[in-house]
């Protein structure tokens, strides 16, 4: 029996094949587990992991794609977050990639807005502006590694909704407040999709809600002195609203007396100046008038009415400028400023 003995040539061929074959089927087995381990939340040597941690909401169920094992880079899971946007909303994508030849892959970014690529959208987050309320957004994700390109993936595309609107001020004037004057709501109120916007109202009393009192100003008979004012908003465009805004506390100063009198020409007859000056005061109460201590020799007030009366002498003539002081019981004082000429012939 004649056997045929391989060459030398033949017998490295077989083993070199063979060893080829073992060298595969290894890889395909160390492939397997790297992607199984590839599930956990920590990123290894050819894994690209892209995560954006700022989001307003939580994000949706991950989407898995079909691995490409034939030697190229391959997007295995992404979304887009927030789940839910709206056009106040940044934009961003989380997305993880393998390579099996274990290098470092790198993505390219293009983010499309209802069917059409964005020109400055080609990095991992969108900015407010890009986008507006009722339009489809999606990226579409290219992993490269090691000069390889892999398929190009898309995320699932999301539908921007409404943005409430915004309150970027709010206060009271006059601050400090007095009764002298219906306070008024200072608000700087914006909606990001230019809808309408409606406020509500509520003023509040030493911490307390005033009944009634639901409009943008609120009428001095609504408080006294000392009192601490604020005011609640609620901003709406019709299908979102604000939380409730409250702003800071103002308080009311005791308000000073204020004339409703003015002396003129016609006080001075038959020689003799006679004038009823007349205050009155938001807080009520008792006032006390005065002359100023440059006021003519002999003229006389009267406290309690404010009665002015004067006859001049013969010796007195020219300008006189004098003051009628009226002072409230808490000391606040108001002047008013009276100048007299007499002539002599």
């Not at 199984?36 to 690209?48: L, M």
């Amino acid at each position: 029996m004649t056997v045929d003995q391989p060459t030398g040539r033949q017998d490295r061929w077989g083993w070199s094949s063979q060893l080829i074959r073992l060298g595969r089927a290894l890889g395909m087995i160390t492939l397997a587990l790297f992607l199984a381990r590839c599930g956990g939340s920590e990123s290894t040597q050819g894994e690209q992991v892209v995560t954006q941690p700022e989001t307003s909401q939580a994000a949706g169920p991950s989407e898995q794609a079909t691995l490409d094992v034939t030697g190229v880079p391959t997007i295995f899971r992404g979304h887009i977050i927030p789940s839910l946007p709206s056009s106040a909303s940044t934009l961003a994508i989380d997305v993880r990639a393998v390579d099996p030849m274990g290098k470092a892959v790198t993505l390219e970014y293009q983010w499309v807005v209802d069917g059409f690529p964005i020109v400055d959208g080609t990095g991992p987050r969108l900015p407010p502006g890009e986008f507006e309320r009722g339009q489809t957004v999606s990226v579409k994700v290219t992993p490269i590694a090691g000069g390889r390109t892999g398929p190009v993936w898309e995320a699932s595309p999301v539908e921007i909704g409404n943005s409430p609107p915004r309150v970027r001020r709010l206060g009271i004037q006059p601050s400090p407040a007095t009764r002298r004057e219906p306070l008024r709501v200072i608000a700087d109120v914006a909606d990001p999709d230019g809808d309408e916007v409606t406020l509500s109202y509520q003023w509040l009393r030493n911490g307390t809600p005033i009944p009634g009192a639901t409009q943008p100003t609120l009428d001095p008979s609504h408080y006294r002195r000392r009192d601490l004012l604020s005011v609640e908003i609620v901003a709406t465009d019709g299908e979102d609203s604000t939380p409730s805004l409250r702003s800071h506390e103002v308080d009311v100063l005791p308000a000073a007396p204020k004339f409703v009198s003015k002396a003129a020409p016609t006080h001075f007859k038959d020689g003799r100046f006679r004038y009823q000056a007349r205050a009155v005061h938001p807080d009520g109460g008792t006032l006390q008038y005065t002359l100023s201590e440059d006021a003519p020799q002999g003229m006389r007030i009267k406290a309690e009415t404010g009665l002015v009366e004067w006859e001049p002498n013969a010796s007195q003539s020219g300008t006189f400028a004098f003051q009628v002081i009226v002072e409230d019981p808490e000391g606040s004082k108001v002047a008013q400023p009276i100048t007299l000429t007499i002539g002599r012939q």
